[in-house]
């Protein structure tokens, strides 16, 4: 039986107070409104004497269906010798905003987005990231062009970095882009009124699909952990909408990893101290041996980034139901990325799960911080101007990052559980499949198949329950209560 009923709860209150207590400041300070006057009497495209004008391009944009903040675009060319040439365009955040100024100074302190579900807490003000500094369909923007070209085996050579005059053509969507790139639904409207907009996503799909086989040889690891998404009616949460990632997504990856790839090798070459974007090789290495084993393969004692993958990708065909917690179990044991400095000269620890040594963060300059530093220090080296950050100044923004970054997540994580409660409620009384996904001196925790959602069995040790639970068995649960306040989800057997 189900309660039926709504709960009253509010869910952006909620939010805001819980940015609050994880460290953030959501509300813009004093100073940022006189700021943004001041940068809107200025023409929106600012001149650039040293930018090509590359407006001419048919370049397009994918991403969430809800994103307005734009970063970047996309446009390929099939080179004569069978390379594939790619330009990815970098929103010039840094044009519009200025080292140190009031905007500038907020976005330092809080170095990323919060996307809580119910609501976004930018870091910019979104007159400027959903604005002045979005890649906006057909709005003229000042970028930053990565440029590197792919061969038939997915490597990717001739990388450069230059500054651009850019018109998005086409601002396209991952769940239509992608179903249309697999086969699985129709071409989205404007894909379908341009033979050369079609000719385009084809070929960037082509060039994404040769870096991420080659990836993928070198030990990328192909992790799939469930995304959820609340469904909104009328400023309600409905719903709880599971995200997936198709070929669209894994373009826009591809893209991302390798024109990252591209500045960081910049820097190294031009000798320019950078922050950089680690994982580094797991601690707990011994115990994702252990999980193998478990599952009847047996990995090397040493950290294999390659052998890891090729049992994650067995285990995906063998138990697909599965593989999004086995998927959650390594991503934990790896370990969080985090940003460091690499000063000139020194080696970088690399990106364990990408299978990639020279990797930063440039591309979404709207939404982390981090990416407006290192265009800040592109810039400069393009400019061959003295670099805008001392080493000390990069090493105390990384810690920075990685610090909020860390609290974003918790954010992010304390939202999930209060949306699911408040949409879980109605249906108090209701059975639902579910996979255990965790026992320990806590307790037995679930997550239900349809929808998405983890919850705690609250009478796994009562007489009458099924005994010996562990991770991975199947249940039948029934959902006793729900806690928006506190994020609590209980079930029973």
Same mark, same amino acid.
């Given at each position: 039986?189900?309660?039926?009923n709504?709960?009253?709860?509010?869910?952006?209150?909620?939010?805001?107070?819980?940015?609050?207590?994880?460290?953030?400041?959501?509300?813009?300070?004093?100073?940022?409104?006189?700021?943004?006057?001041?940068?809107k009497?200025?023409?929106?495209?600012?001149?650039?004497?040293?930018?090509?004008?590359?407006?001419?391009l048919?370049?397009?944009?994918?991403?969430?269906?809800?994103?307005?903040?734009?970063?970047q675009?996309?446009?390929?060319?099939?080179?004569?010798?069978?390379?594939i040439?790619?330009?990815?365009?970098?929103?010039?955040?840094?044009?519009?905003?200025?080292?140190?100024?009031?905007?500038?100074?907020?976005?330092?302190?809080?170095?990323?987005?919060?996307?809580?579900?119910?609501?976004?807490?930018?870091?910019?003000?979104?007159?400027?990231?959903?604005?002045?500094?979005?890649?906006n369909?057909?709005?003229?923007?000042?970028?930053?062009?990565?440029?590197f070209?792919?061969?038939?085996?997915g490597?990717?050579?001739?990388?450069?970095?230059?500054?651009?005059? #850019?018109?998005?053509r *086409?601002? @396209?969507?991952? =769940? &239509?882009?992608?179903a249309?790139? +697999?086969?699985?639904?129709? /071409?989205?409207?404007?894909v379908?009124?341009?033979?050369?907009?079609?000719?385009q996503?084809?070929?960037?799909?082509s060039?994404?699909?040769?870096?991420?086989?080659?990836?993928?040889q070198?030990?990328?690891?192909?992790?799939?952990?469930?995304?959820?998404?609340?469904?909104?009616?009328?400023?309600? #949460?409905v719903?709880? *909408?599971? @995200?997936?990632? =198709? &070929?669209?997504?894994?373009?826009? +990856?591809?893209?991302?990893? /390798?024109?990252?790839?591209?500045?960081?090798?910049t820097?190294?070459?031009?000798?320019?101290?950078?922050?950089?974007?680690?994982v580094?090789?797991?601690?707990?290495?011994?115990r994702?041996?252990?999980?193998?084993?478990?599952?009847?393969?047996?990995?090397p004692?040493?950290?294999?980034?390659?052998?890891?993958?090729?049992?994650?990708?067995?285990?995906?065909?063998k138990?697909?139901?599965?593989?999004?917690?086995?998927?959650l /179990?390594?991503?934990?044991?790896?370990?969080?990325?985090?940003?460091?400095?690499?000063k000139?000269?020194?080696?970088?620890?690399?990106?364990?799960?990408l299978?990639?040594?020279?990797?930063?963060h440039?591309?979404?300059?709207?939404?982390?911080?981090?990416?407006?530093?290192?265009?800040?220090?592109l810039?400069?080296?393009l400019?061959k101007?003295?670099?805008?950050?001392?080493?000390?100044?990069?090493?105390?923004?990384?810690?920075?990052?990685?610090?909020m970054?860390?609290?974003?997540?918790?954010v992010?994580?304390?939202?999930?559980?209060r949306?699911?409660?408040?949409?879980?409620?109605?249906?108090?009384?209701?059975?639902f499949?579910?996979i255990?996904?965790?026992?320990?001196?806590?307790?037995?925790?679930?997550?239900t198949?349809?929808?998405?959602?983890?919850?705690m069995?609250?009478?796994?040790?009562?007489?009458?329950?099924?005994?010996?639970?562990?991770?991975?068995?199947?249940?039948?649960?029934?959902?006793?209560?729900?806690?928006?306040?506190?994020?609590f989800?209980?079930f029973?057997?």
């Amino acid at each position: 039986m189900s309660s039926g009923n709504p709960v009253h709860f509010n869910l952006i209150a909620a939010a805001h107070a819980v940015m609050i207590e994880r460290g953030f400041q959501p509300d813009f300070p004093q100073g940022t409104d006189a700021q943004l006057a001041a940068i809107k009497a200025h023409p929106e495209t600012p001149a650039a004497p040293d930018a090509q004008d590359l407006r001419s391009l048919f370049w397009s944009s994918i991403d969430n269906d809800t994103s307005k903040d734009l970063d970047q675009i996309e446009w390929t060319e099939q080179l004569p010798d069978g390379r594939i040439r790619v330009l990815v365009g970098v929103a010039d955040v840094d044009a519009r905003v200025e080292k140190s100024s009031v905007i500038d100074g907020h976005a330092r302190s809080e170095t990323t987005s919060v996307y809580t579900g119910v609501q976004v807490f930018p870091m910019l003000p979104t007159q400027l990231s959903e604005g002045i500094t979005s890649l906006n369909e057909n709005e003229d923007r000042v970028a930053v062009v990565i440029e590197f070209a792919v061969d038939s085996t997915g490597a990717a050579s001739g990388g450069k970095a230059y500054r651009a005059l #850019v018109c998005n053509r *086409a601002q @396209l969507a991952y =769940n &239509r882009v992608g179903a249309w790139l +697999e086969n699985r639904g129709p /071409a989205p409207a404007k894909v379908a009124a341009s033979a050369d907009l079609a000719a385009q996503l084809k070929l960037q799909d082509s060039a994404a699909q040769r870096m991420l086989n080659c990836r993928f040889q070198h030990g990328a690891l192909d992790l799939e952990t469930i995304e959820t998404r609340p469904v909104m009616l009328k400023d309600q #949460v409905v719903e709880i *909408a599971s @995200l997936e990632k =198709n &070929r669209a997504t894994s373009l826009i +990856e591809e893209f991302m990893v /390798a024109a990252n790839g591209v500045i960081a090798r910049t820097f190294e070459d031009g000798g320019v101290a950078s922050i950089r974007r680690i994982v580094r090789t797991p601690k707990r290495w011994d115990r994702i041996v252990e999980l193998a084993n478990g599952l009847g393969t047996k990995l090397p004692a040493d950290p294999d980034s390659k052998a890891l993958n090729e049992f994650l990708l067995a285990q995906k065909q063998k138990d697909p139901d599965h593989f999004p917690d086995l998927s959650l /179990a390594v991503v934990k044991l790896m370990g969080p990325g985090e940003y460091v400095l690499v000063k000139p000269g020194e080696v970088s620890p690399g990106h364990f799960g990408l299978a990639v040594q020279d990797y930063t963060h440039s591309t979404a300059p709207n939404r982390r911080f981090p990416d407006v530093v290192t265009q800040r220090l592109l810039k400069a080296w393009l400019a061959k101007t003295p670099q805008p950050y001392s080493e000390g100044d990069l090493n105390a923004i990384a810690q920075r990052c990685t610090l909020m970054e860390d609290a974003a997540r918790k954010v992010e994580r304390d939202m999930q559980k209060r949306i699911a409660a408040v949409v879980l409620h109605p249906r108090i009384g209701q059975s639902f499949p579910a996979i255990v996904t965790g026992v320990n001196e806590h307790g037995t925790f679930v997550r239900t198949l349809d929808p998405h959602v983890e919850g705690m069995l609250v009478n796994a040790g009562k007489p009458g329950a099924k005994k010996g639970l562990d991770v991975g068995d199947r249940v039948t649960v029934k959902l006793v209560s729900t806690d928006p306040q506190r994020g609590f989800i209980d079930f029973a057997i």
